[in-house]
């Protein structure tokens, strides 16, 4: 038996029906997923071809709702091959 209220758990729902087709949409692809139970804490790794992408991603009405009742930061990050080709480092 869930112990997640009928309204999160509805929207909950919503959202993972309509995942695939929010992250083509914009270009965003999970990397991985995980939650620490105790914590109630949920993390997500995002591959997005930029922050504008992730952001419009973040404000679809399904995602909203889930952000609703979710304690989210968005770190944006890259590797550090990436910073240095950005950054002219050798």
């Known amino acids: 038996m869930s112990t997640i209220p009928a309204n999160q758990l509805a929207r909950a729902t919503d959202l993972m029906n309509k995942m695939d087709k929010l992250l083509k949409k914009y270009g965003v692809k999970v990397v991985g997923a ?48 990436r910073y240095h080709e950005t950054h002219g480092i050798d």
């Open 34 to 81: 995980w939650t620490s139970i105790p914590e109630h804490t949920n993390i997500a790794v995002y591959d997005a071809p930029s922050m504008e992408a992730m952001f419009k991603f973040s404000m679809e009405p399904e995602v909203m709702a889930w952000l609703g009742y979710n304690t989210t930061e968005l770190k944006p990050i890259m590797t550090l091959g």
